[in-house]
Nanobody, 115 residues
Framework: QVQLLESGGGLVQPGGSLRLSCSAS????????MGWYRQASGKGRELVAL???????NYGDSVKGRFMISRDGDANTMYLRMNNLKPEDTGIYYCNARDLMRTTWGQGILVTVSS
């Protein structure tokens, strides 16, 4: 059973940057796609960024131009670089990986943007 572990969250001031990491227990190129989702308090989970097995990326409208998703096959890790963070980016960020048989979620990591 694949395991995903997020790291890199925390408290940051508005305008600041963070990089989230999602470490997978198996070769990430086995996945059809991997992505980051987030959930703010009292709201549903939304797509932040997605990268497919061909390297094609897709972003939620609210983060376009500020966030960048990437991956390192040698490290079996996916990243989310978040720049110019806003208070509305606050939430729990979840790593997700999908293949033909499974959808796997990480446990989530908290990102708080506040002065």
């Amino acid at each position: 059973q694949v395991q995903l572990l997020e790291s890199g969250g925390g408290l940051v001031q508005p305008g600041g940057s963070l990089r989230l990491s999602c470490s997978a227990s198996e070769n990430i190129f086995f996945f059809k796609d991997m992505g980051w989702y987030r959930q703010a308090s009292g709201k549903g989970r939304e797509l932040v960024a997605l990268i497919d097995d061909g390297g094609v990326t897709n972003y939620g409208d609210s983060v376009k131009g500020r966030f960048m998703i990437s991956r390192d096959g040698d490290a079996n890790t996916m990243y989310l670089r978040m720049n110019n963070l806003k208070p509305e980016d606050t939430g729990i960020y979840y790593c997700n990986a999908r293949d033909l048989m499974r959808t796997t979620w990480g446990q989530g990591i908290l990102v708080t943007v506040s002065s």
